[in-house]
């Protein structure tokens, strides 16, 4: 993947992951970040098959991994503070403001976040 960073929200992916067209056309020539937790939220659904498991693992390869370090934990910690956000998804949102990098996102509760560059996809 080259061209334009992009930090995708794990709803982005599950969209990919169900083919849906225009997100398949959005990422192509995009390198995509994910948080580490959207890399662990892809596998919160129950009794999912060995070949889906090998999908999202290899969904996972192709994208950059950016891990929970210690000035992501800052940020995350003056988002909960100071904001109603579930913890993922400030993880998620702080991950996206220390790298400078725009979340790529369905979810609308992110638009409330100073500082954070999104791009709010609408189905």
Known sequence: MNGIR???DTNVLIHLLNNNSDVVDFLTEKQVFIS???ELELFGKPNMSKENITIINDLIDSC????LTQPVKQIVKKLIQKQKIKLPDAIIAATAIYSDIPLVTFDSGFSNIKGLKLVLLNL
Request: contains cysteine; negative net charge; aromatic residues 10%.
């Open 36 to 38: 580490a937790v959207t």
């Open 6 to 8: 992009i930090i995708c």
């Open 64 to 67: 950059y991994i950016l891990d």
